[in-house]
């Protein structure tokens, strides 16, 4: 079954990718949006991989086009790989109306994600007088601060 994603980028130019090769450097701003077509990339935040992603109509760099800020994480291929380039993120976003609601609800199901998991760690650590009690401040921030801008990181380390 062809991803309907993929469906509707058929038009958008195609770059390929060799292992080792970024789409995306954390820290820089691009405008870039991908949507994988085939191959394996990573998302490494400083040296630590955060993921390894593989699926057909994957999307990077929507964040960083959203929010107009750098990439929060580099996404470097491991394999050989194929991938959609979007030049003007926002531009193309604004024009496709099918794939910017794609999009929406692909980080609406993130946000559901990280809200039941914020939730679960305030359950559980609620009772602690430590550090681990905080967890309830970050899930008020997160919910609460809906027009405000959040900037990630902590004072340990401000750019994580």
Known sequence: MVNPLLELCKSVPVREFEPGAPL???????????????????????????????????????????????????V????????????????????????????????ARRLQGVSTYLVDLKQQFASHGNHLAMVDDVLETLVNQQHQ???PGSDRDPGF
């Open 24 to 74: 995306l450097v954390e820290g820089r701003k691009s405008g870039l949006l991908y949507i994988l077509m085939d191959g394996d990339v990573e998302i490494v935040k400083g040296e630590f991989q955060i993921n390894i992603v593989s699926d057909p109509g994957a999307i990077f760099g929507e964040i960083s086009v959203l929010l107009d800020i750098p990439h929060m994480a580099t």
């Open 76 to 107: 470097r291929a491991l394999s050989r790989c194929r991938a959609h380039e979007v030049r003007d993120g926002s531009g193309f976003l604004k024009a496709h109306q099918e794939i910017a609601y794609h999009l929406a609800e692909l980080l």
């Open 149 to 151: 801008r959040f900037m």
